[in-house]
């Protein structure tokens, strides 16, 4: 027996064996917690989001700014124009080899639909080249 005789005649035994049973129960206990755990707690995505203080580029050749105001109005270049028009147009200067850069301005307080299927829009049209404008942050003293 390992815990030694319970009567009290003779010397005491030391014990001689260990039970490893309740340590190894406890460590895989542990081991499926920590498995389990491990994925929750690197779920974050880290990122690095740009600031808006980003200057223009000085070599784009042929620039079209289109504009969509808080209404979700499209104006081309100041002028007020529909999505069809604007994207006949489009296609227009992508057939003729010369493709733009479209310069997006879209209201800060517009719904994020609008900006997202306008440049659907113009990607559809063909155009590659497409560009945010931003007003520059203030810089804080």
């Given at each position: 027996m390992a815990f030694g005789q319970l009567d009290?005649?003779?010397?005491?035994?030391?014990?001689?064996?260990?039970?490893?049973t309740p340590l190894v129960d406890v460590m895989l206990v542990?081991?499926?917690?920590?498995?389990?755990?491990?994925?929750?707690?690197?779920?974050?995505v880290k990122l690095n989001l740009p600031k808006a203080s980003a200057q223009p580029s000085a070599t784009v050749e042929k620039r079209l700014v289109v504009s969509l105001t808080r209404d979700a109005q499209l104006h081309l270049d100041g002028q007020a124009?529909?999505?069809?028009?604007?994207?006949?147009?489009?296609?227009?200067l992508v057939a003729k080899n010369t493709p733009p850069?479209?310069?997006?301005?879209?209201?800060?307080?517009?719904?994020?639909?609008?900006?997202?299927?306008?440049?659907?829009l113009i990607q559809n049209?063909?155009?590659?080249?497409?560009?945010?404008?931003?007003?520059?942050e203030a810089t804080v003293r």
């Open positions: 009290r005649g003779g010397t005491p035994q030391p014990m001689h064996e260990i039970n490893v542990l081991l499926v917690v920590f498995i389990i755990a491990a994925p929750l707690l690197t779920h974050k124009i529909s999505q069809e028009a604007l994207r006949s147009k489009l296609q227009e850069t479209v310069e997006l301005r879209a209201d800060g307080e517009l719904a994020y639909q609008h900006v997202v299927r306008l440049m659907a049209a063909g155009v590659t080249k497409l560009s945010f404008i931003t007003q520059p």
